[in-house]
């Protein structure tokens, strides 16, 4: 069993800013992640609005995260996974390598993709069917692609792959994008991405590669079938929270962590911070803010200094 001070569970931008503020307070801090470090950021084709960046690529944006974290002393492993929390008499966290004792937890576990739950969308996944443009785009390089959703994550996705792509169809089950005015306005800008308002995609159809998607116009109630060679589905997150919550820690019924304005969770000395946690606005700015908060809040929690107010 290792003993930290600060143990953070994701080295996303939440984990790793946690970690930054840890580690600079003195705290002995490690970050553990179940895959590489950077978070789903490092998705991100184009970044825009993160402060004093005015165009970073997701990538290279997270790895100077990693690499400052890293200069302050946090140590992050990679590849490892936490299973199991216990929240007895110790704070205890179970990865599938070892098993850690913690003064206080930071879970910054973030979220994963919400699947459209169609036919075909299993079947196809990996042969044209994507989660992440900026992994699978030059498998697109001018074909026929669709991305499904109305929200940042579909229009910037979009917009990255109007850059390789012969054409883009983004559908939209509204008539109305929930995405921000910039990329909204960019998007109309672009002569060969066309948005299909109304549409919900039924099922995704191929033989070896997808080859057709069903479209429903849920206006007209009109189906069609949509000859396309690659489907982006950005149909929103799914918190990954699960763990948290077996060990007692409260969730909302989406299942985010809910947490006070000091990112504190129910349980004493557990915080959340980023994406994982209940707060409405989900940036890397802002899971930038919720890291500082959390971990210097975990600091006062541990070191009891004589301004910490529990
Ligand atoms: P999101 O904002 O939750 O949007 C998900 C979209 O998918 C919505 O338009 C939703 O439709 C649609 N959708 C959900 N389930 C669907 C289904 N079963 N079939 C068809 N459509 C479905 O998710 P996101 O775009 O992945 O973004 C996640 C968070 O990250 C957001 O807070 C977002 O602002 C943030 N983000 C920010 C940026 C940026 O600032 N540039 C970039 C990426 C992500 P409805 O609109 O009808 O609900």
Request: charged share 25%; with cysteine; hydrophobic share 40%.
């Amino acid at each position: 069993m290792e003993k930290w001070e600060l143990l953070i569970i994701g080295a996303g931008a939440a984990g790793l800013t946690a970690g930054l503020y840890g580690a600079r307070s003195g705290l002995k801090t490690l970050i553990i992640d179940e895959k590489m470090a950077g978070g789903t950021a490092v998705d991100a084709p184009v970044i825009e609005n993160y402060p004093g960046f005015t165009r970073i690529s997701g990538r290279e944006l997270m790895q100077r995260m990693v690499e400052h974290a890293k200069r302050f002393g946090v140590e992050i492993r990679e590849l490892e996974k936490a299973e199991k929390l216990e929240l007895d008499d110790a704070k205890r966290v179970i990865t599938d390598k070892n098993v850690y004792e913690a003064s206080a937890i930071v879970i910054a576990t973030g979220t994963r993709h919400r699947k459209l739950g169609v036919p075909g969308e299993e079947e196809f996944s990996g042969r044209g069917v994507s989660y992440c443009a900026v992994c699978d785009a030059p498998f697109f390089k001018g074909k026929r692609v669709l991305v499904i959703g109305g929200g940042n994550s579909a229009a910037t996705t979009a917009l990255y792959l109007s850059e390789l792509a012969s054409t883009v169809k983004l559908a939209h089950r509204r008539n109305q994008l929930r995405a921000e005015e910039a990329l909204v306005r960019e998007l109309r800008n672009k002569k060969n991405v066309e948005i299909l308002w109304n549409t919900q995609v039924k099922e995704i159809k191929g033989d070896n590669l997808v080859r057709q998607v069903l479209l429903h116009n849920n206006k007209t109630g009109e189906n069609v079938d949509l000859e396309v060679d690659g489907v982006f589905v950005q149909v929103g997150e799914v918190p990954n929270s699960e763990f948290a919550r077996e060990a007692g820690i409260a969730v909302n019924e989406a299942g985010y962590i809910i947490v006070d304005f000091r990112q504190r969770t129910n349980r004493e000395g557990v915080y959340a911070a980023g994406d994982v946690t209940d707060r409405p606005v989900k940036q890397i700015g802002t899971a930038v803010g919720e890291g500082i908060i959390a971990a210097t809040d975990a600091y006062g929690y541990i070191r009891r200094p004589y301004y910490y107010k529990a």
